[in-house]
């Protein structure tokens, strides 16, 4: 993967008690560890080692010598090449993430899979806006449970209707997601594997933010 690519892949950030608390850039994960605010965590086999900037550059100088840089999203830099770490820890930030998503367009995208809500196909981001199901003029409220993905022809379509006054139906009712939908989108790739170990069962019920 090309530099400018790879340093736009997502980070999963810890407090200094190792909670999921949200997601950055690796060009933002790369600032902070240059501050030494944080620390890299690598997963090996179930378990972690911590790494500063230094070490972590020496553990990406083998893994290129032995392993070449075919696996994994890599940063070319003039001298020499890094991995693009899949965790990093802040080392004094031990706050805790709030307790309830948080309703943005970002989030509704991510919940609703890029999917427009009634033809039940995905689109690019830039190619969905976001319907109340039941319009505003109707009374409808913007919620969870009433904002839905939808493309521009169903959009057009629909109009300012409600969707039985449109003869259309929602491929699934909206409501608001009890986990983080950015979070749960990354973990099926299979590059993201790694977050697992820190967002289990006993961090599902708090908010994972990008």
Known sequence: MDGVSALDSSVLV???????????????AFSLLCKEAAEVVA????RFSTYNLR??????????????????????????????????????????????????????????ENRCLYCGRRFPTSELSLDHVI??????????????CACTACNKKKGGRTPKEAHMTLIRKPAM????PIIALKLRSEKY??????????YWNVTLEE
């Open 55 to 112: 070490t972590w550059k020496e553990v990406s100088e083998f893994r290129a010598r032995f392993e070449g840089t075919n696996h994994g999203d890599w940063v070319h830099t003039v001298s020499f090449d890094i991995l693009v770490p899949r965790v990093i820890r802040l080392l004094v930030y031990d706050k805790f993430p709030e307790k309830t998503v948080k309703f943005n367009r970002r989030n509704i995208f991510a919940r609703d």
């Open 14 to 28: 810890l407090n200094r008690f190792y909670t999921a608390i949200h997601v950055v850039s690796a060009r933002r």
């Open 135 to 148: 319009p505003k003029a109707y009374g409808g409220k913007t919620t969870w449970e009433n904002i839905v």
């Open 177 to 180: 997601p009890k986990r983080s």
């Open 43 to 46: 997963v090996e086999e179930n």
């Open 193 to 202: 594997q790694s977050w697992k170990q820190f967002v289990d069962n006993a």
